[in-house]
């Protein structure tokens, strides 16, 4: 089975551009959410979609926006890029909203990523 | 604000020896913890987990302990084997949390041959 998958896997921006990333969920899996790692940090939350609705925010700017697919497929979008948006954006997917009931031991599972640079 | 930290950015461990890789949390309210492993150019994979009504959870080599009282957790790898290097995250998220998890700053373990 096909997990995650990212497109594209890299990709080079100058600053006021907007960008758009793309994320597949493992099949079946109905969550969605998306990461941002800056060089030498941990993963950042961004978003969470389940069933086409946001179900979770983090503490980014309006420029970042996301939407879900009817397939459940993601798109991140950030616009009038800035040099600090350079990161690794990733994605997540999971079978519940939460990821996390450990009875059921659901779990995140993350793509390889999408490295954008913005010069 | 970073309410998972992880202090050493570096381990290296002999091949058979036990890893000890630590993470300190500041939020009282988280009560799920993860540790995720991961390779250059790949995302984070899931390794194990630990709810807060627990101290202790194993699986296989990999121990982790959880001391609710310091907000503290540690993760032990026994014994440390040479595919075991990489980059490691604790992360941690509280009943409401969703998908939202916060991560650590990440240890990258070594073990040398």
């Known amino acids: 089975d096909a997990g995650v998958t990212q497109s594209p896997t890299h990709l080079i921006k100058t600053r006021g551009q907007h960008v758009t990333l793309r994320c597949s969920p493992i099949?079946?899996?109905?969550?969605v959410s998306w990461y941002q790692q800056v060089l030498g940090q941990g993963p950042q939350f961004i978003f969470q979609?389940?069933?086409?609705?946001?179900?979770g925010r983090g503490n980014f700017p309006d420029r970042f926006s996301a939407r879900q697919f009817p397939n459940y497929s993601s798109e991140l979008n950030v616009n009038a890029l800035l040099l600090g948006d350079s990161a690794l954006y990733l994605c997540?997917?999971?079978?519940?909203?939460?990821?996390?009931?450990?009875?059921?031991?659901?779990?995140?599972?993350f793509g390889s990523g999408t490295q954008l640079s913005v010069l | 604000d970073q309410q998972v930290k992880q202090n050493s950015p570096s381990l290296s461990v002999q091949e058979g020896r036990i890893s000890i890789l630590n993470c300190d949390y500041t939020?009282?309210?988280?009560?799920?913890f993860l540790w995720y492993k991961k390779y250059p150019a790949e995302g984070p994979t899931f390794l194990i987990s630990?709810?807060?009504?627990?101290d202790k959870n194993e699986d296989g080599r990999f121990t982790v302990f959880l001391n609710k009282s310091a907000k503290h957790l540690s993760l032990h790898i026994v014994p440390s084997q040479p595919g075991d290097s990489a980059v490691y995250f604790c992360?941690?998220?509280?009943?409401?949390?969703?998908?939202?998890?916060?991560f650590g700053t990440g240890t990258r373990l070594t073990v040398i041959p």
């Open positions: 997540a997917s999971s079978l519940d909203p939460a990821g996390l009931y450990f009875a059921t031991n659901e779990k995140l599972f």
């Open positions: 099949s079946g899996h109905k969550s």
């Open positions: 979609y389940y069933e086409k609705e946001e179900r």
């Open positions: 939020n009282s309210m988280f009560d799920y």
């Open positions: 630990i709810s807060s009504i627990k």
């Open positions: 992360a941690a998220s509280g009943k409401t949390g969703a998908n939202n998890l916060f």
